[in-house]
């Protein structure tokens, strides 16, 4: 009796000190590292103004005169703009539309404030709900929290694109949902059906997570051993049909521009000298003499006609690229891969780009050699959608920070979460 009850207020003395040692970690890294940039306001407003003019879910309805306000602001003046609603609006739907969804519900619970500034608020919310979700309930030991903590929930890379008012932040949500899954076995059958609705919302964001969403289900069949009818065919079930209805509504561009400028991110004789999207509006200007403008109001970049055009030619111009020179895409994929283990891609950083691919190589095969495939496999299923053609920058490469984190606490020869393979659960 008396040792069970010492044994409590140990307990409860760790979870104290965790949590103290949590929210101060996080706290200074909030205050040190969070990002003062934004993206440029043709890129943000269609979102906030999609917010602003919400009538109906998947009707994307803008604002022209209220970008003619938002576009003169300056950027601390846009920083505590909240977006107008307005009787005569334009549709628009050029990207994903899940950010819009999310721009709504942070202008709801934070009204009082801008929209850029409610939209970061709600990130920041999220963030904490996550670290501290896994702090309590998925870590079960002293040492793996504080690992958990340094790793991730105070990352000072992490915080910087929880700050980031875009969407790249949302990209974490499969990843909270399959270490999970790995870390609790046990409760498949409870995880599965929860993560549901986080898998679509993050993929209706941004769908480059789609391969790690699919590992979560295979996952899942294997630890759903007697419970493959009840819980995961209703699941999967659900998320089939999610996805397949938004494809219909929320169309997505060929991934071509994306590819073509991919090769500006090493020197190259192609002519392509940087990730800049200006890169690939320079290139269909040169073959067609037809500029690109990328107002979300009055641009042509959208444009149903423009953008098969568009489409059409730097398809053509990567497949030019690939036949006389597929040893360069092979070189760049397997620099891309190295850097989806590590920090990233740092854009105007060669050497240390370079370095960031020999240190994700070298992970790559302790995790390997640690036993921890499961994890290895993971990373690799959050990148698949786009490093053999472009290279993970930080804010690409988000979803797989979460992953390495854990992939490393797993790998620790004390931990109390070691894996080796697959764990099956009792359900």
């Known amino acids: ?58 009707d994307w309805r803008i604002s022209p005169s209220d970008y003619e306000v938002a576009s003169r602001l300056g950027r601390d003046e846009y920083f505590e703009y909240k977006h107008q609603a307005t009787s005569e609006t334009v549709g628009y739907g050029l ?18 404030i801008g929209d850029i500034q409610a939209v970061i608020y709600l990130q920041v919310l999220v963030h904490l709900i996550i670290s501290f ?14 690992w958990f903590i340094f790793l991730y929930a105070a990352n000072p890379l992490v915080v910087y694109f929880v700050t980031f008012p875009f969407y790249y932040f ?136 423009l953008m098969k055009a568009y489409n059409n030619v730097l398809r053509t111009g990567y497949f030019q690229i690939l036949a006389s020179s597929p040893l360069t895409v092979l070189k760049n994929a397997a620099l891309n891969l190295g850097q989806v283990f590590s920090l990233g891609f740092l854009d105007g950083r060669p050497m240390l780009s370079l370095l960031s691919s020999f240190s994700g190589w070298t ?4 995790l390997l050699f640690r036993g921890q495939w499961m994890w290895a496999l993971a990373i690799f299923a959050s990148s698949l959608s786009f490093f053999w053609y472009f290279p993970p920058i930080p804010a690409y490469n988000f979803a797989a920070y979460l992953l390495l984190a854990c992939g490393f606490i797993a790998s620790l020869p004390h931990s109390r979460v070691h894996m080796v393979g697959f764990v099956r659960s009792k359900g």
């Open 363 to 366: 992970f790559l095969v302790y």
């Open 133 to 146: 979700f896994f702090i309590y309930f998925v870590f079960r030991d002293f040492s793996s929290r504080l």
């Open 170 to 305: 949302w990209l974490c949500l499969p990843s909270v949902c399959f270490a999970t899954l790995l870390l609790r076995p046990s409760l498949t059958q409870v995880i599965v059906p929860l993560s549901v609705p986080l898998l679509f919302i993050s993929l209706l964001i941004r769908p480059t997570t789609i391969f790690l969403c699919l590992l979560f289900f295979a996952v899942s069949f294997k630890y759903l051993s007697k419970k493959r009818i009840s819980v995961l065919v209703p699941s999967l079930a659900l998320f089939v049909a999610g996805v397949v209805f938004m494809s219909s509504v929320n169309p997505r561009m060929p991934p071509w521009h994306t590819m073509y400028i991919g090769f500006g991110a090493y020197s190259n004789t192609f002519d392509i000298s940087s990730l800049s999207d200006n890169e690939g509006y320079r290139y269909f200007t040169e073959k067609t003499g037809v500029p690109v403008l990328t107002n979300p109001v009055s641009g042509n970049w959208g444009n149903p006609f």
């Open 95 to 112: 990207n994903s539309y899940g950010y819009v969804l999310i721009a709504l519900l942070s202008r709801l619970l934070f009204f009082w």
């Open 1 to 58: 009796m008396v040792f069970n009850v010492i044994q409590s207020l140990v307990s409860l003395r760790s979870r104290l000190l965790v949590f103290v040692v949590a929210l101060a970690a996080i706290s200074v890294s909030l205050l040190l590292f969070s990002n003062p940039s934004q993206m440029s306001v043709s890129w943000t407003f269609p979102y906030f103004s999609g917010a602003a003019n919400f009538e109906r879910i998947f």
